[in-house]
């Protein structure tokens, strides 16, 4: 029963502390839209403009989550940032989600659970999704913390 855990807690509390049947999503890329595209169109506009805008930019965030359920994801580590609109579609959707997650915690989990390590969105296929038994967070001390659990281990080690 190989385990890794991660010293990141869950981005939403209404996110699910405990996912069996895990099927791990692995985004080296943020799920954030880059702040200064926002600026410029809304300086551009004018202020009708704006609510446009803020549909526009939930719609992408819904497009995002659409593509990570559709791949059969339930639990998103992701390397960058995760925007608030991001995770508020991503707890709607009973998905357990991690942020800014380190690089080498990243590469030990693609190592440990078979997923790839998508930077496209598009990417996210059931194929390139890990799999371990249970994704928990678990308070460790004052700390939260993401306990992934039961890995699949698709590849042999040899310790």
């Known amino acids: 029963m190989s385990g890794i855990v991660i010293d990141k807690e869950k981005v939403h509390s209404k996110m699910p502390d405990v996912v069996k049947n895990a099927k791990i999503a692995l985004i080296d890329s943020a ?3 880059k702040k200064t595209e926002i600026e410029a169109k809304v300086q551009i506009s004018d202020p009708s403009k ?3 805008f803020l549909n526009q930019e939930t719609n992408t965030f819904k497009q995002m989550v659409e ?14 940032g995760i925007d608030d ?10 998905i357990y989600a991690v942020r800014r997650v380190k690089k080498s915690d990243m590469e030990k989990l693609a190592k440990a659970t078979g997923a790839k390590i998508v930077t496209d969105l598009d990417d996210l ?7 371990a038994e249970t994704v928990e967070e678990r308070k460790i001390g004052d700390d ?10 698709h590849h042999h080690h040899h310790h």
């Open 144 to 153: 939260r913390m993401t306990f992934v659990m039961g890995c699949k281990n």
């Open 125 to 131: 296929t059931p194929s390139v999704l890990g799999e």
């Open 50 to 52: 704006i609510q446009d």
């Open 67 to 80: 593509k990570i359920k559709k791949s059969g994801a339930n639990v998103v580590l992701c390397q960058k």
């Open 85 to 94: 609109v991001a995770q508020h579609y991503l707890a709607k959707e009973g």
């Open 31 to 33: 799920l954030e839209i």
